[in-house]
């Protein structure tokens, strides 16, 4: 059992950063490959970042690309996700996860989610 607790979301005007962070429980945690998604009201949950078990490769959709990264530290059971030059777009609760096998290649990589967290809202205003 894994429990992922997110933070650091907020209301930033547009062009302006945040840092969300992911605490995780479990003497596993640094097995997982890691991930957020967001979910905008109405919308469908979004892929946003993956990391590898070790952070050596991280994976982004087009929409976030140059403008979002993920790290992870294993010592502090903690994975981030630093988000630069923010849009009105990026309006949405984020969630961070732990991945299965599979997900890399899952068209809906949201069908790869073994545990989620809570989610923390992020509000970027024009």
């Known amino acids: 059992q894994v429990q992922l607790v997110e933070s650091g979301g907020g209301l930033v005007q547009a062009g302006g950063s945040l840092r969300l962070s992911c605490a995780a ?5 640094s097995s997982y490959p890691m991930g957020w998604f967001r ?3 109405g919308k469908e949950r979004e892929f946003v970042a993956a990391i ?11 929409s976030v690309k140059g403008r979002f990264t993920i790290s992870r530290d294993n010592a502090k059971n903690t994975v981030y996700l630093q988000m630069n030059m923010l849009k009105p777009g ?22 790869k989610v073994d545990y989620w967290g809570q989610g923390t809202q992020v509000t970027v205003s024009s």
């Open 52 to 62: 590898s078990w070790n952070g050596g490769t991280t994976w982004y959709p087009d």
């Open 39 to 41: 979910q905008a009201p």
């Open 25 to 29: 429980s479990g003497r596993t945690f």
């Open 90 to 111: 990026d309006t949405a609760a984020y969630y961070c996860a732990t991945f299965r096998a599979g997900w890399a290649s899952a068209e809906r990589k949201e069908t």
